[in-house]
T-cell receptor, first 114, second 113 residues
Framework: DTGVSQNPRHKITKRGQNVTFRCDPI?????LYWYRQTLGQGPEFLTY????????KSRLLSDRFSAERPKGSFSTLEIQRTEQGDSAMYLC????????????FGQGTRLTVV | AQSVTQLGSHVSVSEGALVLLRCNYS??????LFWYVQYPNQGLQLLLK??????LVKGINGFEAEFKKSETSFHLTKPSAHMSDAAEYFC???????????FGSGTKLNVKP
């Protein structure tokens, strides 16, 4: 299966620690998105990349959050100095961009900050 | 700005009954519309999409949705519910550049035996 892969699936961390998540998109997809989903809510847009360029960031993405996509392949999302409010499911998705329409989602990384 | 409203955070139907999940959107331009399904602790799976072709769209697992511009709606239906349909359903909208997708808050579907 060559779908979107996210690691780890679950992460428990202490408040104040840094965490990093990885997303491997579908290989031919040039767009990559990060979303955050809290309980009882729909996914909220965080940021997206067109190849290696980060083209848009949501105001939800505070200075403690940083995302990269070196070489336009996999992407990482880092959260520094985690807070309890960061506890959520972090979803990665990829798409063909203008050559396609829908986004294909990974299974997500569930972060719990204790 | 685009937005999506899903009426009814929880819907309960009996097995074999009609499923109707409501979605209304707000968009300044003709949108692309999507329905996704999410099972517990899983990512989102695409059920169907509207991309300005036929207004009645058929998707996987017997689901379909109709785009009604005059009502700014894209309701999801299935004639006969199965137990396996129990999940959370999200409606989403995107502009034609697909820079981002805006999701509704979701509707949890419960199917009673």
């Amino acid at each position: 299966d060559t779908g979107v892969s996210q690691n780890p699936r679950h992460k428990i961390t202490k408040r104040g620690q840094n965490v990093t998540f990885r997303c491997d998109p579908i290989s031919e997809h040039n767009r990559l998105y990060w979303y955050r989903q809290t309980l009882g809510q729909g996914p909220e847009f965080l940021t997206y990349f067109q190849n290696e360029a980060q083209l848009e960031k949501s105001r939800l993405l505070s200075d403690r959050f940083s995302a990269e996509r070196p070489k336009g392949s996999f992407s990482t999302l880092e959260i520094q100095r985690t807070e309890q409010g960061d506890s959520a499911m972090y979803l990665c998705a990829s798409s063909l961009g203008m050559g396609g329409t829908e986004a294909f989602f990974g299974q997500g990384t569930r972060l719990t900050v204790v | 700005a685009q937005s999506v409203t899903q009426l009814g955070s929880h819907v309960s139907v009996s097995e074999g009954a009609l499923v109707l999940l409501r979605c209304n959107y707000s968009s300044s331009v003709p949108p692309y519309l999507f329905w996704y399904v999410q099972y517990p602790n899983q990512g989102l799976q695409l059920l169907l999409k509207y991309t300005s072709a036929a207004t009645l769209v058929k998707g996987i697992n017997g689901f379909e949705a109709e785009f009604k511009k005059s009502e700014t709606s894209f309701h999801l239906t299935k004639p006969s519910a199965h137990m396996s349909d129990a999940a959370e359903y999200f409606c989403a909208v995107s502009e034609h550049n697909f820079n981002k997708f805006y999701f509704g808050s979701g509707t949890k579907l419960n199917v009673k035996p």
